[in-house]
């Protein structure tokens, strides 16, 4: 808190200024009756004494509000209490719409959704939730609905941390998820094409209509929504970057677009390669061409996306994941998703010796350890470069001359040696 005395129209005035409760600056302006001239002391005077009362006052408004808080923090903590488990999920889940994707807001609805069918029955409070409660429910899923292990996981990473939150808030007194056991999920290697499969696909996909949204997810290892979401302001063909900063789904059949993307990390920038930015100049000639012929007919809602057909329309999800099965079928290749061009892209990049760390940048996953966790079986590369340094190291090169290898009966013979000579060390 500091405080001057300034002139206004002739008189002394006493200005304080001060931080609010929510940390913001504000000013307490305070007219006084002494005029200008020869004044200015005594107006000094009453600032100090003014600084002073202001002070009082403040204090107590602060320890008012603060009472009043911990009276209605007492009283929120109370009611969250008493609250059905599952309603407090959902209260939980509500909170945190706003700031996710689209696929993870309707992931955690429907674990919302799922988790009040099986408790309501119940009529379990939460201050009454126990661990066995919890894995209750997990078995039910095992059991009843035969969900994995990696599904039971998404319901413990939405259910932990909604306990967490209660815990921390003072509304139970520990968190029941801490005392449930961890749940391992199936290490899942996934299933992509190699360099020779990829070379059939793109032979497959030429001159397709959409060959240029294969090759795309291919070569960049886009997600699906992200691909659709592309719009052409995010291409910046004079500095050739490529810019992933939104999603298009189709939840339910309702086409959402969002700049919100799954994480952080997936808003990133990818350099435009010659042979993309061939296809993309392209597209925008035969968007042109379409707009031209097919005049007042030609549907313009999804002017600007780079993934439409030849009305205007949007390329749809699911005919896109369609068409990719079809193609494969057709080529012969083995059934592998849509989503698994994504996994061949990451597998071409490390074992032609791509750092992790750079693999995890171009896919935009969220943190080192989902890309080590997906893709350490490919990491041959450093496994190779440390090998050898440690061969160098302890001089143990491949280049030495390997002794003979024993047969069986020189094996027994030489074993029958070594007993022999154990045994007149032991006389």
Request: glycine residues 4%; hydrophobic residues 35%.
């Amino acid at each position: 808190m500091t405080g001057r005395v300034v002139v206004r129209n002739g008189f002394w005035s006493i200005v304080i200024s001060y931080k609010d409760q929510h940390g913001q600056f504000r000013q307490h302006w305070k007219k006084t009756e002494l005029k200008e001239r020869g004044n200015k002391k005594e107006a000094e005077r009453l600032l100090n004494e003014e600084m002073a009362s202001f002070a009082l006052e403040r204090m107590e408004e602060e320890q008012k509000e603060f009472t009043t808080k911990k009276l209605s923090s007492r009283e929120e903590a109370e009611k969250a209490r008493q609250m059905l488990f599952e309603e407090y999920l959902e209260h939980y889940v509500q909170d945190l719409i706003p700031n996710l994707a689209i696929g993870t807001q309707l992931s955690y609805k429907n674990i919302a959704r799922v988790v009040r069918n099986f408790f309501e029955p119940k009529k379990i409070k939460l201050i009454d939730l126990t661990p066995e409660d919890i894995l209750a429910f997990y078995d039910f899923l095992r059991k009843e609905h035969g969900v994995k292990e990696i599904t039971i996981k998404r319901y413990a990473n939405v259910i932990r941390p909604a306990l967490k939150k209660a815990y921390i808030e003072k509304v139970i007194p520990e968190n029941p998820h801490d005392f449930v056991p961890t749940i391992h999920k199936a290490k899942n290697i996934p299933t992509y094409f190699n360099k020779e499969e990829m070379a059939i696909f793109f032979e497959a996909i030429k001159g397709h209509e959409l060959e240029l949204e294969f090759k795309m997810l291919a070569f960049y290892g886009l997600r699906r929504s992200e691909l659709l979401g592309l719009k052409w302001d995010s291409v910046d063909f004079n500095n050739k970057i490529l810019y992933i900063r939104r999603t298009l789904q189709s939840p339910k059949g309702i086409l959402t677009i969002s700049d919100k993307m799954k994480t952080a990390t997936s808003n990133r920038s990818l350099p435009l390669v010659p042979e993309i930015i061939k296809m993309l100049r392209a597209r925008q000639e035969r968007i042109q061409k379409d707009k031209d012929y097919h005049g007042a007919s030609y549907i313009r809602e999804f002017d600007g996306f780079v993934c439409v057909n030849k009305y205007g329309g949007m390329t749809l999800p699911e005919y896109l994941t369609k068409s990719f099965k079809m193609l494969i079928e057709k080529a012969g290749l083995k059934p592998i998703r849509l989503h698994d061009l994504r996994h061949s892209c990451a597998s071409l990049m490390i074992s032609n010796g791509v750092q992790m760390k750079q693999v995890q940048e171009w896919l935009g996953h969220a943190n080192f350890q989902t890309t080590a966790d997906v893709y350490s079986h490919l990491d041959f590369s450093s496994k190779q470069e440390s090998a050898k340094t440690i061969a160098g190291l302890l001089d143990f090169s491949g280049e030495q001359e390997k002794e003979p290898e024993m047969t069986a009966e020189e094996i027994e013979q030489e074993i029958k040696r070594l007993k022999q000579l154990l045994a007149k060390k032991k006389k």
